[in-house]
Each structure stands twice: as C-alpha cells, then as structure tokens.
T-cell receptor
Framework: AQSVTQLGSHVSVSEGALVLLRCNYS??????LFWYVQYPNQGLQLLLK??????LVKGINGFEAEFKKSETSFHLTKPSAHMSDAAEYFC???????????FGSGTRLLVRP | DVKVTQSSRYLVKRTGEKVFLECVQD?????MFWYRQDPGLGLRLIYF???????EKGDIPEGYSVSREKKERFSLILESASTNQTSMYLC?????????????FGDGTRLSIL
C-alpha cells in the first residue's frame, strides 16, 4: 500500500533562513505528488503539484519542490523563510488509477523572529 | 473562485446523538471526500463519492455513513456519536478528469463529542 513519510513533526527556522521540509513516498509506479499548507483554523490549500514533466516544481509563496525518483522523495524548499510561512505542511501522493490522496502526518513549521 | 463550504466551523454534541456534517461545493466536481484530521496522524479518509448516490469506504469508515443526493452536496453522518469521534473534519472535492487533479478543501468543522 502507498505510504508517505514526513520527517520531523516540527521544524523551526529563523526568519530569512532556508526552509526544508522532507517527504518520502513508497510507490512502485510513478506517483502524483502534492504539497498542501494549512494555516491555523483553516482548511488545506494547495502549494504545488507534480504530475509529469519537469522534476522541479514551483508553487505559490516562493515554495518549490523537486521530484527525485531514485530517492522516492519530494522535499519542499523555500530560500528565505517569512513569519507568514508558519503553518502546517502536508505532503500527499496518489497513483495514476486513483482519485484518492494518501497524506503524510504533517510538519509544523515554526519561524523565529 | 473555487469554494467548498462546510456548514459549521465548530460543533458540540453529546454521546449517542446522531450528527450531520454538511459540505457544499460550487465547482461542479464529481468527486467529494470526507477526512478526519488528528494531531500526528495527518488526514485519514473516511468516505468518498465519485458521483451522485455513489460512495466508497475510505480507510476509517466505522461509525460513519454518508449521503450524496445532489452533485454539489456531500453529508457525513455520525450514527451514534462517541467521544473518540472528537476531531477536525475536512471536506474536499475534485474533478473526475483529467485524473489526479488537486483536491479543494473546506475550512473544516471542529467537532467535540461530550
């Protein structure tokens, strides 16, 4: 069965520092990959998605992620953290034949002034 | 803009009550989903529907049922609420094709069962 692992339930960075949130998936077929962000008391908002094509995907708010098939990874990065980036981030995967998403357990990003 | 609306942001009910959570989307999407979100567990799929009157069980359907009488509305029903169903519930929708489109989420209903 598909699974998604997000390393680190909490990540803390200083404002202006690099953000790196890790996501690894298990899949025997090329997956579709998503990153979502959840701000306090809100639903999930799509940050970016990988379906096919270019492995470096750019999303909203300056975030990007790189699909690395050999490492089964889809890590999320942002060069310079902003206070407004503080939120919970979820990685999700689906297979070609499924409508369903499998979510990781989430990583809460804290941004220190 | 895309909109998924959940009828309540906060709800408090008592053990044994029948509870209805309502979700409406205005995007003419075929697929609709109900998740529950618990700390450290991420989102877990309860039920989903790929068409009117069609439904499939997700990973944790026990204690829940759903109803989809109209394309835009998907209801989650707790038949007899229990304290272990206290959680955040999220509704989502997506188009059927092309496949693997992102899901669009509502703002969630935080449900407390006393």
């Amino acid at each position: 069965a598909q699974s998604v692992t997000q390393l680190g339930s909490h990540v803390s960075v200083s404002e202006g520092a690099l953000v790196l949130l890790r996501c690894n998936y298990s899949s025997s077929v090329p997956p579709y990959l998503f990153w979502y962000v959840q701000y306090p008391n809100q639903g999930l908002q799509l940050l970016l998605k990988y379906t096919t094509g270019a492995t470096l995907v750019k999303g909203i708010n300056g975030f990007e992620a790189e699909f690395k098939k050999s490492e089964t990874s889809f890590h999320l990065t942002k060069p310079s953290a902003h206070m407004s980036d503080a939120a919970e981030y979820f990685c999700a995967v689906s297979e070609d034949s499924s409508y369903k998403l499998i979510f990781g357990s989430g990583t809460r990003l804290l941004v220190r002034p | 803009d895309v909109k998924v609306t959940q009828s309540s942001r906060y709800l408090v009910k008592r053990t044994g009550e029948k509870v209805f959570l309502e979700c409406v989307q205005d995007m003419d999407h075929e697929n609709m989903f109900w998740y529950r979100q618990d700390p450290g567990l991420g989102l877990r799929l309860i039920y989903f529907s790929y068409d009117v009157k069609m439904k499939e069980k997700g990973d944790i359907p026990e204690g829940y049922s759903v109803s989809r009488e109209k394309k835009e509305r998907f209801s989650l029903i707790l038949e007899s609420a229990s304290t272990n169903q206290t959680s955040m519930y999220l509704c989502a929708s997506s188009p059927r094709s092309p496949n693997n489109q992102p899901q669009h989420f509502g703002d969630g209903t935080r449900l407390s069962i006393l």
